[in-house]
C-alpha cells in the first residue's frame, strides 16, 4: 500500500510553518496514542505514521529533500522512518521531550515497562441537613472494600522476565521494525501470584470493612462529588487503590428553602399584626433570630437578613436570608368581626393608596435576586 503524503498525515497545509506542524502533530499523537486506546492496531498505526510524517517534516534538510522529491527522496531513512533507519517506539517516545516539554506525554513521561493496575472506586450516598451544610462536617462512615491479603507472594513472569512488555522485530522492505506490546502472558503486570491464602478470591484479595473518615467543607451543594483518594478498592498485584466517590445529597428543611447560598422562609402574620406592627422570631440554620415588623406591613414584602444564608465552598462570606411576608386574610368571621370589617369599608384607612415605596411585584423579584 502506497504512503499516505505527510501533509495529509498530519493535516496542514504545504506552506504551514513549524510551529502549525508541530501543534497539528502533537493533536494526533494525543488522540491516538496507545496508553489512550490500548489494544487498538488501527490507532497504532495511525500514531506510527504521524510520529513518521513530523520526523521528516520537522527536520528543515529532510523536509526540503520530501518536498522536491516526495518519499522517493527520504529513501530507506523516511522519518528516521520506519525502514532502514530502525525507528521503533521508543524513538517515537523519544520525540515527546520536544512536544510535550520535556517531561514526555502527559508531563510525566509514557511509562515503559510493566502496567500498573489501578483499583475500582466505590461510591457513596451521603446525607447532610443544613446545619451541616453550614458548618461543615467530619462524617466516619462504613466501608466494604477489597484489599490485598496478608501472605499473598509472586512469581516475575517467565514471559517478560519482569519487563511487562514483549518486543517484536519484523523484517520489511524498508528494514527491520520493533513493535512493543503488553505481555499476553501477565497482561503487562510483570508478575503473577505464586501463593495465596484460603478465603482469598483468584488475585488473593478479600472483603474487609474499614471505617473511613471524610471531611465535608461547609457550603456543599446537593449532587456534589468529593474523592476521598485511595479508599476504593485496592488493587491485584500490588497496583495503586480506587478511590472512594462521595455523592452529597442535602435533606430538605422544615422551613427553610435553600437557593445557592441564600435561604427563604415564608413568615405569616396576622391581619392585627400586619396593622399594627410586631415582633417575630425567625428561624436561621444556626438558631432564631428576632426581628421588628413596622405598623401596616404589605403582604408581599421581603425583608433580607445579611449574613444569614449558607457559605460557598468556592468563595467568601455567606448568602443572605430572605423573610417572605404573608398576611393572613381571617376565613371565618363572627358577625361582630363582619360588622367591624363592614364599618372598616368605609375608611379611607383601609383603602388601598400604594406609594413608590410600596415595591411591585416585579421589584420584588429583582430585589429577592439581587
Request: a positive charge.
Amino acid at each position: 500500500m502506497s504512503k499516505r503524503d505527510y501533509y495529509d498525515v498530519l493535516g496542514v497545509s504545504k506552506n504551514a510553518d513549524a510551529k502549525e506542524i508541530k501543534k497539528s502533530y502533537r493533536k494526533m499523537a494525543v488522540k491516538y496514542h496507545p496508553d489512550k486506546n490500548p489494544d487498538n492496531p488501527a490507532a497504532e498505526e495511525k500514531f506510527k505514521e504521524a510520529a513518521e510524517a513530523y520526523d521528516v517534516l520537522s527536520n528543515a534538510e529532510k523536509k526540503q529533500r520530501y518536498d522536491q522529491y516526495g518519499h522517493a527522496g527520504m529513501g530507506g531513512a523516511a522519518g528516521g522512518g520506519f525502514g532502514a533507519g530502525g525507528m521503533n517506539m521508543d524513538d517515537i517516545f523519544s520525540q515527546f521531550g520536544d512536544i510535550f516539554g520535556g517531561g514526555g506525554f502527559g508531563g510525566g513521561g509514557r511509562q515503559r515497562g510493566r502496567r500498573v493496575v489501578k483499583g475500582s472506586n466505590l461510591r457513596i450516598r451521603l446525607s447532610l441537613n443544613l446545619k451541616e451544610v453550614d458548618e461543615g462536617v467530619e462524617k466516619k462512615i462504613k466501608v466494604s472494600r477489597l484489599v490485598n491479603a496478608e501472605g499473598v507472594t509472586f512469581t516475575t513472569c517467565g514471559t517478560c522476565h519482569g519487563s511487562g512488555q514483549v518486543t517484536r522485530v519484523s523484517n520489511t522492505i524498508l528494514g527491520q521494525m520493533q513493535t512493543q506490546s503488553p505481555c499476553p502472558h501477565c497482561n503487562g503486570n510483570g508478575k503473577s501470584i505464586d501463593k495465596r491464602p484460603s478465603g482469598t478470591d483468584a488475585n488473593g484479595m478479600l472483603k474487609e470493612t474499614e471505617t473511613v473518615k471524610i471531611t465535608i467543607p461547609a457550603g456543599v451543594e446537593d449532587g456534589m462529588q468529593l474523592k476521598v483518594s485511595g479508599k476504593g478498592n485496592a488493587a491485584p498485584l500490588e497496583g495503586i487503590n480506587g478511590d472512594l466517590i462521595v455523592l452529597i445529597a442535602i435533606e430538605d428543611h422544615d422551613t427553610l428553602i435553600r437557593d445557592g447560598q441564600n435561604l427563604h422562609f415564608d413568615h405569616y402574620i396576622s391581619f392585627a399584626d400586619a396593622a399594627l406592627g410586631t415582633s417575630s422570631e425567625i428561624p436561621t440554620v444556626s438558631g432564631k433570630v428576632k426581628i421588628k415588623l413596622e405598623e401596616g406591613i404589605q403582604s408581599g414584602k421581603i425583608l433580607r437578613l445579611k449574613g444569614k444564608g449558607l457559605p460557598s465552598v468556592n468563595a467568601y462570606g455567606k448568602g443572605d436570608l430572605l423573610i417572605h411576608i404573608n398576611v393572613w386574610t381571617p376565613q371565618d368571621l363572627s358577625k361582630e368581626e363582619k360588622k367591624f370589617f363592614e364599618s372598616c369599608k368605609k375608611s379611607d384607612t383601609f383603602t388601598p393608596n400604594p406609594t413608590r415605596s410600596d415595591k411591585s411585584f416585579f421589584d420584588r423579584v429583582r430585589e429577592m435576586f439581587g
